[in-house]
């Protein structure tokens, strides 16, 4: 029995010789319109589909592949009955389904939605077992080398229908997506990913990892454009996008330095520069190896100043020219630019766990109502650093305390199991800090906590350092206990409303 490829194809790269390939094999090769008139060219014997169907292609191309004379071709079992049935039929079976799709992730409308592609794809990769169902060129050289070396596995078959039905899958939740009538929370989610990179390593040199991106978007880290350094690692990425996230809520010239996910610093000022000097200068041990994120132009005079200390990374909107040329000078150091990124409360953020996947709307709420629950109220200066604070409060790790003066951190505790202990670090933190502003310190200190405080101790250890305003969510049944101990000790507090648990 002769036999039989099928070819339909949109991007006819590769087919040429993928025709010369089979026809010398002794393949019959069936094809339809477009990758016809290509073949015929290329001088490969060609037999149109509408000669197998008797039909010619209909409704602008719309139906060309939908027949029996087609499907029966592929989906017949290499046994006795189907052979027979088919060929009562005057049915060849087809061997080899060759189909790549319209292009709907480039151009997403209506007519590049792809019915006989898939279908074809379908067909031939549910009858695997006698028929290859290829859907990417990057396999036609090995479908054409195991072909001739008679090395065509069940293994391979199934390698190739699995790449099928994932391909369709791909398709038909891009066009799901486009349509965007989906609740937030179906029944059943579908989460489109486009891999645009094979990364390193993942967190540890033995885990593999790749990076993937949302089609049709211009997603953060498809968005990112390295101007120079070493290959982006998984580390990279997470720290990348954390810093980035943080310095984009502010409006003023800000930077924020990452170690690990957290901020060992952050400012705002009238220029990039400050804001480095003063973020940096929150944590200067911290901030050795760390991201370097900016929400403006980085100039020639911070670049020189970034580059006094080893940095992993810098990020920001853009670079002007010397400054690109002063990084440079550091080989390995990552310097990228993207467009700043705009906090979109409909995005959503998935994390994985074993057997299962969470998924949560994005942190984009700050701060709700802001009630003062004290007698004494903060400054319009004090009530200004508590919501550069709490801003800062969103992107540190729980349990979270700010000390913060004007708008620069000098204290940071990340992490802790208690709330306390959260609090003596980023007060350990920032006696190294202040000490370095050698006494020049004339803004109030407030603080900023990601919770409630479950106890007043907190308040009481806050006043031994001096903070003079506090910011919470509130919302612990001893709420009133924090209250007096503020009102007691001179101390002003704004409840947000809003927690900002990170894990």
């Known amino acids: 029995m002769k036999k039989r490829v099928l070819i339909s194809v949109y991007d006819k790269s590769g087919i040429v010789e993928l025709g010369k390939g089979l026809s010398s094999l002794g393949y019959e090769i069936v094809a339809t319109g477009g990758s016809c008139d ?11 589909v509408s000669k197998i169907t008797g039909f010619p292609e209909v409704l602008d191309g719309r139906v060309k592949t939908l027949h029996p004379a087609i499907h029966s071709g592929i989906l017949a079992k290499r046994n006795k009955k189907h052979l027979s049935e088919i060929k009562r039929q005057k049915i060849s079976p087809i061997d080899i389904v060759i189909v790549n799709l319209y292009p709907f992730e480039e151009k997403p409308s209506v007519e590049n939605i792809d019915i006989g592609g898939v279908s074809l794809l379908r067909s031939a990769a549910k009858n695997h077992e006698s028929v290859l169902a290829v859907c990417s060129k990057e396999d036609y050289k090995s479908v054409i080398d195991g072909l001739r070396k008679g090395a065509i596995t069940k293994d391979f078959r199934k390698h190739l229908a699995a790449k099928a039905f994932n391909h369709i ?3 038909d939740a891009l066009i799901s997506r486009s349509l965007g009538y989906l609740e937030d929370f179906p029944s059943k989610k579908v989460i489109v990913l486009k891999n645009i990179g094979t990364l390193r390593y993942g967190e540890n040199p033995h885990q593999r990892a790749s990076i993937y991106v949302l089609p049709n978007e211009e997603g953060r880290p498809g968005a990112m454009r390295q101007l120079q350094g070493k290959e982006l690692s998984y580390n990279n990425y997470i720290d990348l996008d954390a810093a980035y996230n943080l310095v984009c809520e502010f409006k003023e010239p800000s930077c924020a330095i990452i170690k690990h996910t957290n901020p060992c610093g952050v400012a705002s000022d009238k220029d990039a520069f400050t804001a480095y000097i003063n973020a940096f200068s929150c944590d200067t041990v911290s901030a050795f190896g760390g991201i370097v994120a900016f929400n403006k132009t980085v100039d020639k005079k911070t670049a020189k100043e970034v580059t006094k200390t080893f940095a992993e990374c810098v990020i920001a909107p853009a670079y002007a020219k010397d400054a690109i040329r002063i990084f440079s000078a550091k080989e390995d150091l990552r310097v990228l630019a993207t467009p700043l990124f705009e906090s979109d409360r409909k995005s959503m953020e998935l994390r994985t766990i074993s057997g299962g996947v969470l998924l949560q709307e ?5 701060y709700g109502a802001l009630e003062c629950v004290t007698s004494q109220k903060p400054s319009k200066e004090a009530m200004k650093s508590l919501k550069f604070a709490m801003t800062v409060a969103k992107y540190v790790k729980s349990n979270a305390i700010i000390l913060a003066l004007g708008s620069r951190t000098v204290g940071i505790g990340a992490g802790q199991m208690s709330r306390i202990d959260a609090l003596k670090i980023a007060s350990m933190k920032m006696t ?11 803004k109030p200190l407030v603080m900023a906590s990601d919770a409630f405080f479950p106890f007043d101790d907190v308040v009481h250890e806050a006043y031994k350092i001096g903070v003079k305003a506090i910011i919470q969510p509130g919302g612990s049944i001893r709420d009133g206990d924090s209250k007096e101990a503020c009102n007691g000790l001179g101390i002003s507090m704004i409840f947000t409303g809003i927690r900002h648990f990170r894990h």
């Not at 290509?38 to 149109?48: F, P, S, T």
């Not at 994005?362 to 700050?366: A, L, V």
């Open 432 to 442: 190294t800090c202040v000490q370095s502003l050698r006494g020049q310190i004339e």
């Open 38 to 48: 290509v073949l015929r060219k290329a001088r490969i014997n060609v037999v149109e």
């Open 362 to 366: 994005r942190d984009s709420i700050t």
């Open 169 to 171: 899958s791909y398709y």
